[in-house]
Structure formats: structure tokens, C-alpha cells
């Protein structure tokens, strides 16, 4: 399909080039839902799957009140609109809130029961387990995701586990959705040297980089890039996205490299989540399960003698 009728698109503070042939729309696999075979060979060969309407629409919106319910106790939104419309307090910001998704029943059952696992142990074919971190974000207006694949933060377990980004209500264009780089996964050209670098690991022998921790900073931050239409110049193929409505998810595996469209409305924030599962038989990353997971804390640190 053309993409003459769409409007200009930023990611990252950068106008993405629309030209056919360097952006496009997500295919939508929601012909193939209840076949499993061929989302499988869909998968592999594409590196990802947009799922549209797979889920309750309704259960998405409960959600999504659960969240910017909790957004109006924490004083984040203008209190002059219904909680639900997530508009912002005056220079707000980006927000990452996985606090904000603890104890949080609509939520909880949404991402880790019902529909979507069951999409996930069909798509394995066999017993799931998922990561008990959940990456909740409300990115506020003209903040964006840079691109970055997702390996640099979760790569002690296996390399086969799949991120599902799950928007809490309608994302226009304006409002700033997820995008991947087609066929970027297939570059491990390109790849090999940034994607296994685990964000969390440093060099015990060199004083700068064990300064660096020491003051919680990371030694390397895992983006591969702060320019969205360099890094497509770079691998080839389009950065696609969609309009997404609730209900709809999108999921991909750990070495597609994807990036968010800027949020460019006034005043409204953008809700979404990140998740991963995988198979229960394969090993799991330390650092995003348990109560309270170690994530990138202290507890996530890796030394290494380099
Ligand atoms: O929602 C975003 O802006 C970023 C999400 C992301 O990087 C991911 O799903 O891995």
C-alpha cells in the first residue's frame, strides 16, 4: 500500500523519510489468528506479529482506567478531564511507572492470564512462563522511544523470548505507537557487536566503568542509535507501525531492532506496556523475576574481568 496519504511521521525528533520504500504499515496477522503454523512461519519470517483486536477491547479500557486512576492519585494529570483521557499536567514528561502495575488486578490478569497467554503456549507450543517485571510506560507530549533492540537488557536466559507491546487504549499517529525496523533482525551483520552486550555487565578491572555503577550509572546503555532514519539508511527496509486501537498487541523477538513514533499531541500521554515470555523450559533472566525483581539495580550488576 501507498504511503502518499499518510501524514509525516517523527521519531525521535527526526522526520522519518516516507517514501515507499523506507516506511510502511504493519501487516496485520489477525487473518491467521487461531493458526498457529502460520503465525509461526509468519514470525520467522518477518520477525514479528501485529495482532489487531485479539483482545477484549473492553478488558484493555479497564485496564487502562486501573492505570490513569492511579496517574490522578499520584498527581500526574490535569484534573479538569476525566481520568481516562490521560491528560497531563503542564511539562509532565516521560513516565516509567512499572509501580504503577503492582497489585493492579485489571492489569495483572490482562497481560498474565486468558487470552493473551494462551496466544503465547500455542504459539510455543508448550508450557509459558513470563517475566515477572512488567515495563508499564506514559510517554508524555514530544517524548519518544529511541531505536534499540531488546537483547542488551534481557539476555541471561534464552535468546528466544518474545516482547509484547500492548497499548492501553487507541495510539494514532499523533499520539505515537511502536514501529520495527523490517527485516533488521535477519542483520546480524550489522548486529553482532551491540546486541549481546548485557547493559547490566562491567568491567570490574577498569576504575571509570566501576565508577560509573557505583554512582547507578550504566556503562553502556543499550540504544543503538539516537536517529531513527540513519539507522534505517544503515540496515535497509522500512520502518513499519499502525495506528493501534485497544485490544490490539504487537510482538517481536529480542534482536528486531524498534523504536516509538514521538508522542506529538498537547497534552495527552501515551499508555502502554512491555512484557516477555517464553518457554517455561528454557533458562529465565535473575533479573526480572520474583517479587522484587533485581532489575537494573544493584543486584543486576555483573562484574567481569575485561
Ligand atoms: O513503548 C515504547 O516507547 C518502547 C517500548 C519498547 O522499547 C519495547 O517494547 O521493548
Redesign the pocket.
Known amino acids: 500500500m501507498s504511503t502518499a496519504t499518510l501524514p509525516q511521521i517523527y521519531s525521535y525528533g527526526h522526520a522519518l523519510d516516507m517514501d515507499d520504500g523506507k516506511f510502511g504499515l504493519l501487516r496485520d496477522s489477525s487473518d491467521a489468528a487461531t493458526d498457529f503454523p502460520e503465525l509461526r512461519r509468519r514470525f520467522a519470517a518477518e520477525g514479528y506479529l501485529y495482532m489487531k483486536g485479539y483482545l477484549e477491547r473492553e478488558k484493555v479500557l479497564e485496564a487502562r482506567a486501573a492505570l490513569t486512576s492511579r496517574l490522578a492519585a499520584s498527581g500526574t494529570l490535569d484534573p479538569a478531564y476525566p481520568h481516562t483521557e490521560a491528560v497531563v499536567k503542564k511539562d509532565a514528561g516521560y513516565i516509567f511507572q512499572p509501580d504503577l502495575t503492582t497489585g493492579n488486578e485489571p492489569v495483572q490478569k490482562l497481560l498474565y492470564s486468558g487470552r493473551l497467554t494462551d496466544f503465547y503456549r500455542k504459539f510455543y507450543d508448550e508450557e509459558i512462563r513470563h517475566y515477572d517485571f512488567t515495563?508499564l510506560?506514559a510517554?508524555g507530549p514530544g517524548k519518544?522511544?529511541n531505536p534499540?533492540c531488546?537483547l542488551p537488557?534481557m539476555g541471561r536466559g534464552t535468546h528466544k523470548h518474545m516482547?509484547?507491546?500492548l497499548p492501553y487504549g487507541d495510539v494514532s499517529f499523533e499520539l505515537?505507537?511502536?514501529m520495527v525496523l523490517e527485516d533488521s533482525f535477519k542483520r546480524m551483520d550489522l548486529l553482532e557487536k551491540y546486541v549481546y552486550r548485557d547493559v547490566d555487565a562491567f568491567c570490574e578491572n577498569k576504575a571509570a566503568e566501576v565508577a560509573k555503577v557505583k554512582e547507578g550509572k550504566w556503562a553502556f546503555t543499550g540504544t543503538l542509535s539516537h536517529n531513527p532514519p540513519a539507522v534505517r539508511n544503515k540496515f535497509g527496509g522500512r520502518w513499519l507501525t499502525a495506528e493501534y486501537q485497544a485490544g490490539d498487541f504487537l510482538t517481536?523477538g529480542m534482536f528486531t531492532v524498534?523504536?516509538?513514533l514521538d508522542n506529538r499531541t498537547p497534552n495527552r500521554l501515551?499508555i502502554?506496556s512491555?512484557t516477555r515470555y517464553q518457554r517455561a523450559s528454557e533458562p529465565i533472566d535473575e533479573r526480572w523475576i520474583g517479587v522484587n525483581p533485581p532489575a537494573h539495580g544493584p543486584n543486576g550488576k555483573r562484574g567481569l574481568i575485561c
Open positions: 515495563w510506560r510517554i519518544g522511544t534499540h531488546d537488557y516482547t509484547c507491546w505515537g505507537g511502536l517481536f524498534h523504536a516509538s501515551r502502554s512491555d
